[in-house]
């Protein structure tokens, strides 16, 4: 997908709206939304880069003084969100009413300093504290610590999250932001390790460690995702991204896959018990567990 453009601007270009509708129909013009168009390409699209394209097509039909925020501005910021809200752009301007909702646009009004907001992408966005705690006020608990663990990770300042909790403080759903907040960690690596850690919180699971390096003597064996050392066992969160992570330059993915097989042996061997899981076993939160304690009960033979 290229640029996006605008039905006023091909019109001004001599392109009638008949051969707008011809050109769509011929699949040369994919419609963004109402009045914006892109020419398609062959290129798979992921959903951030999608909801990038409906930013590009909805912010010059705003007009002044509207700022990217909540969703918008996390996927500007390359947090991770979940793909059922990024159905519409999300935006702030500073006032006090004429907040609302539409198909393909979502507006908040709050106040907002010129502080909190800078340029992204080319889009005035709020800036990244701003974005954590306007997001975590709005989404689920997990889709909060995932995108605070992810902002961390990239070098947010745990203080400046924390100035932006206490001006939002009174603000709707500050609480719940307030609580994200507070159980983020920047140790996290993947959106499946945040939301991991918020399932084994609920299960009263907590790992002692994260991202523990193991060592045999002075060789360094792996570092892994979620440690409990009292009981000799070790877990990890099994993403597509973590194997892309692992990749040497030029390699092949089952050679990762086969690497990774060999340090799970090495770490067994060194009388550690290791338990995986993927995403679809994070909606079942009480096989984790039944791996967790019996991996434990193996552990204290």
Not at 76 to 105: E, M, N, S, Y
Not at 110 to 125: D, I, K, N, R
Not at 216 to 243: I, N, Q, S
Not at 252 to 264: N, S, T, Y
């Amino acid at each position: 997908m290229g640029r996006v453009l605008l039905r006023a601007d091909l019109v001004a270009r001599g392109v009638a709206d008949g051969e707008l509708a011809r050109l769509r129909r011929l699949g040369d013009l994919e419609r963004v939304r109402r009045g914006a168009y892109v020419r398609p390409d062959a290129g798979e699209q992921t959903p951030e880069q999608r909801h990038r394209l409906l930013i590009g097509a909805t912010m010059p039909q705003l007009g002044h003084g509207a700022v990217l925020s909540h969703v918008s501005a996390a996927v500007q910021h390359d947090l991770p969100v979940w793909r059922g809200a990024l159905a519409a752009v999300h935006v702030t301007r500073p006032r006090a009413g004429g907040g609302g909702r539409r198909t393909v646009l979502r507006r908040h009004t709050s106040p907002l300093e010129a502080g909190e907001f800078t340029e992204v992408l080319g889009w005035p966005t709020t800036v990244v504290a701003r974005t954590v705690v306007d997001h975590a006020r709005s989404v689920p608990f997990e889709q909060g610590v995932a995108a605070a663990d992810r902002a961390l990770a990239q070098g947010l300042d745990p203080v400046l999250l924390q100035l932006a909790i206490e001006r939002e403080a009174g603000w709707p759903g500050a609480n719940l932001a307030r609580r994200v907040v507070a159980f983020a960690d920047g140790r996290s690596e993947s959106a499946g390790e945040s939301v991991s850690r918020v399932v084994l919180s609920e299960l009263g699971l907590l790992p002692t460690n994260l991202q523990l390096p193991v060592l045999d003597g002075p060789r360094f064996v792996g570092r892994v995702d979620f440690a409990w050392p009292e009981h000799r066992t070790l877990a990890e969160f099994d993403g597509r991204v973590k194997y892309g992570r692992l990749l040497e330059p030029g390699e092949d993915p089952g050679e990762a896959v086969w690497r990774e097989k060999v340090r799970e042996d090495l770490l067994r061997d060194l009388g550690w018990q290791v338990v995986r899981w993927v995403w679809s076993d994070l909606a079942h939160p009480d096989v984790i567990a039944q791996r967790l304690r019996r991996a434990f009960l193996r552990a204290r033979r």
